[in-house]
């Protein structure tokens, strides 16, 4: 059975291999020729070629669940083409056990889909968006940043750029009582993180309300300790598609503590926990069509078929997801969907094969 489960798994793998790279070809190319109408100032034809080699791996994670079904489709029909799986079949192989053999081959690409998709295709992803947009602006002057609202606890704080020196300018802090009631409204006309972490404001003017009176305080240089350290500010700027599976657990978890919305990063760490899973039933869902209807289908058909099913679940799983943000749905519910309902219909294909 290892034998046979090692011969199997390497015909899977070898197609699955060779649909990701043309699939990676074709990707990289639209990818750069996105890039050509952007181009701008030091962002230029070798800066966009490095871009779309930068997102390959995170293309890669995207597609791997439907490269899994077209490799699965092309293995495994080459092996029906030759007799070769109805000689196992007729040697006593049952199709529960061809099923559990090749889904073997699906564990294997679910380990390296998800390590492609938390070590290697969030950080160059990350990489590879902050190259272009700092060639695309470079300039001397250290004053170019993205401003930001940022929340802790009773405070709330908007800065007027964040830059990968961690110097936000001008600062604006509101206090808040208990009974969300105003307690201070604040300026700092400069401001930043240091190495331990401590807010560090210049020329703060701060203006309390009380009771009876408003008090007016100024400080030259004033340290605050807040919850928000540099790592988790600088997860505010980053796309979700950006940050790996633990830097989306973790702002969750921010945003969560401070009673803000984390449907769009629920959404997406669920749908990539989903998408990574589903590749194990890639390889079950092709034995059951290659038993079945595409059993004396040629390579092309199968092919055919694998694209058509691979881009139902991909646009499927994305509609479904973009639905479920608009109507407040729960994203455990809507990002698994798509894959339930794969599981469904590669169930239903297995009980139909004689």
Known sequence: MTLLSTYLMRAILASTLLVVLVLLALAGLFEF??????????????????????RLPQLSFEMLPIAALIGSLLGLGALANNSELVVMRTAGLSVAKL?????????VIMIFTGLIGEFIGPPLDYFARTMRDEARYEQEDRDIGSAAWVKD??????????????????????????DDTLRSIARAENSGI?????????????????????????????????????????????????????????????LKKNDLDAQRYETELWSRIARTVTVIIMPVLALAFVFGSLRSAGSGGRLMIGVLIGLAYFFTSEMVANSGQVFRLNPVFVTWLPSLALIGVTGFALTRVK
């Open 33 to 54: 020729i996105g890039q050509l109408d952007t181009t701008q100032g030091n962002y230029q034809i070798p800066e966009a070629l490095l871009f779309a080699v930068l």
């Open 194 to 254: 240091d190495d331990s972490d401590k807010w560090i404001l210049e020329n703060l003017k701060e203006t309390r309300f009380q009771d009876d009176s408003v008090q007016v305080v100024e400080s030259s240089l004033a340290v605050e300790s807040f919850d928000l350290d540099a790592d988790m500010l600088g997860v505010t700027l980053v796309k979700p598609v950006s940050l790996s599976g633990r830097g989306l657990m973790s702002y969750i978890g921010y």
């Open 99 to 107: 099923a559990a053999m090749v889904s073997l081959s699906g564990f």
């Open 153 to 178: 606890g009773p405070v709330i704080l908007h800065l007027e750029r964040i830059n990968s020196e961690f110097e936000f300018g001008a600062l604006y802090l509101f206090r808040f009582n208990e």
